[in-house]
């Protein structure tokens, strides 16, 4: 309630501030900004409800794991519950973290992932440029390897995010083509810092982004991440409406993350920086399996949960506050990326074990169906839909 409380205080100040500077002329200014008025008001009164509401709430925030695991069971579909997600986290983290290790040469992997951000671009439109360039060689990649189909009139535009979301949005992100229309055209925002963002804080930026990550960040939002799993859904025939519109995270962002691994079968990932980059994206998704269900299993306090994530992945202590409260409001979205990768992996296999079809045709069938819970998407993949 905290955290949707904070987030309703800004809203005031988007639609009087960050929401008028989208339009081009005063005078279209001045009147954005009166018809934005009784917007504000509403916001403030409900911030106020809820700054009274929580004098008198009561009760537990966490989910239990009953409930947990029937969220898993019945609404994603898989064979399993809270306990054995959490088991499957652990193992994952302490495999991708021996990874690191021997990449980095030295135990202590997180000094060398921090030294790695050192090499970033100079400035946020070098930054932009760069993201522009590594989403075109994956997209080359893709054709090289004959990994998926690339549907007619795709286009992936590589852009700033828009002014209004950098104050809350600091990492890179992405807006697909519009589901039920013949757009193919989607949207890679690269997460430029707040016009009044001082020099530090800019670097900070850059260093977060560095040369090392730029690789699997691409692919992941891009191809044949979020945009070509967009793109390719939209290219689908009317059959299946449905499936255009309805998405659970397991899929869509296990998909994207499983897309990481993909490419690094193909040898994408060409340098020991970008190596790393790439296996600590999955590690970092492995402590959020971790961390979500201890937290809603009652096993970890928000403290304890903030102090592994900044003991035991590349998190600040800042970042990591921030993550926490995010899964303490929503919980069993954490767990969804490398969950979801793992599955598909498995989906994967029986698939070309049974002699389906092509790792091609795997992919472009499975990710074809949308973004349906991973139990159904596991039916549509092996013909049983």
């Not at 925030?61 to 054995?84: F, H, I, N």
């Not at 390897?145 to 104050?167: I, N």
Request: hydrophobic fraction near 40%; include cysteine; glycine fraction near 8%.
């Amino acid at each position: 309630m905290k955290r949707a409380r904070d987030q309703v205080r800004t809203g005031r100040s988007f639609v009087l501030d960050s929401l008028p500077q989208q339009v081009s002329t005063p005078q279209l200014r001045a009147q954005l900004v009166d018809a934005a008025v009784p917007a504000a008001e509403a916001f403030d009164r409900y911030a106020a409800f809820l700054d009274e509401l929580l004098l008198r709430a009561t009760g537990d925030w966490r989910m239990g794991e009953k409930l947990y695991s029937t969220v898993l069971q019945d609404k994603e579909l898989l064979g399993y519950g809270a306990p054995e997600l959490h088991q499957r986290g652990q193992d994952a983290y302490a495999a991708l973290e021996a990874e690191l290790v021997e990449l980095a040469g030295s135990a202590d992997w997180r000094t060398a992932m921090s030294a790695l951000q050192d090499d970033h671009p100079p400035t946020l439109e070098a930054m932009r440029a760069e993201y522009e360039a590594e989403t075109a060689r994956a997209r080359a990649a893709l054709v090289e390897h004959s990994l998926v189909t690339l549907p007619d009139g795709e286009e992936c535009q590589v852009v700033p995010s828009p002014p209004f979301q950098r104050a809350i949005m600091a990492v890179a992100s992405y807006v697909g083509p519009p589901p039920l229309t013949s757009n193919r055209g989607g949207y890679f925002f690269v997460p430029y810092t707040p016009d009044n963002a001082t020099d530090e804080q800019i670097t900070q930026r850059l260093r977060t982004n560095a040369r090392s990550q730029l690789p699997t960040i691409s692919v992941h939002e891009a191809y044949p991440g979020h945009h070509w799993h967009s793109a390719w859904v939209a290219a689908q025939g009317p059959a299946h409406p449905l499936r255009k519109v309805f998405r659970t995270p397991y899929f869509s962002e296990g998909w994207a993350l499983y897309s990481e691994k993909l490419l690094r079968s193909v040898g994408y990932y060409t340098t020991r920086g970008a190596l790393m980059g790439h296996v600590e994206a999955r590690l970092f998704r492995a402590a959020r399996m971790v961390v979500d269900t201890a937290l809603h299993c009652g096993d970890m306090t928000p403290d304890e949960a903030e102090a592994f994530m900044v003991a035991r992945t590349a998190l600040t202590p800042g970042t990591a506050a921030g993550e926490v409260k995010r899964y303490c409001a929503w919980p069993t979205q954490a767990p969804s990326y490398l969950t979801g990768a793992l599955e598909i992996d498995l989906i994967r296999d029986d698939y070309l074990a049974a002699g389906l079809g092509s790792l091609r045709d795997f992919h472009d069938r499975i990710a074809g169906s949308g973004a349906l819970p991973l139990g159904l998407a596991r039916r549509v993949a092996l013909g049983e839909d």
